[in-house]
């Protein structure tokens, strides 16, 4: 069974910069696709940016193109989303995930089985 461990949220002012890291642990280490999703209170969960590992495809939510940043270390088995620019909207707990149906990516937090613990991140002023 895969596990994951979300770190590196916390309080960040509008324009700041976070990265948060994702590792994932356990048998069998064989995911591909892993995506990052949030959810803010009183909203339904939505996915932010997603990888395919085996060509590095990466995949990302309008609302945050050109802002976020998903990556991936294969030796320490860890995605990274950097998020830059943040804004008050980008409030939410973060979550990563794996396990997806197909093997493939997406943004409908549905086809994903394996979900860390989340990591909350604020952005306010």
């Known amino acids: 069974q895969v596990q994951l461990m979300e770190s590196g949220g916390g309080l960040v002012q509008p324009g700041g910069s976070l990265r948060l890291s994702c590792v994932v642990s356990?048998?069998?280490?064989?995911?591909?696709?892993i995506g990052w999703f949030r959810q803010a209170p009183g909203k339904e969960r939505e996915g932010v940016s997603c990888l395919m590992r085996r060509d590095g495809s990466t995949y990302y939510k309008r609302f945050v193109k050109g802002r976020f940043t998903i990556s991936h270390d294969d030796a320490k088995n860890t995605v990274y989303l950097q998020m830059n620019d943040l804004k008050p909207e980008d409030t939410a707990v973060y979550y990563c995930?794996?396990?997806?149906?197909?093997?493939?990516?997406?943004?409908?937090?549905?086809?994903?089985?394996?979900w860390g613990q989340g990591t909350l991140v604020t952005v306010s002023s």
């Open positions: 995930a794996t396990d997806a149906t197909w093997g493939q990516c997406g943004f409908n937090h549905h086809d994903f089985k394996s």
């Open positions: 356990g048998f069998p280490l064989d995911y591909d696709a």
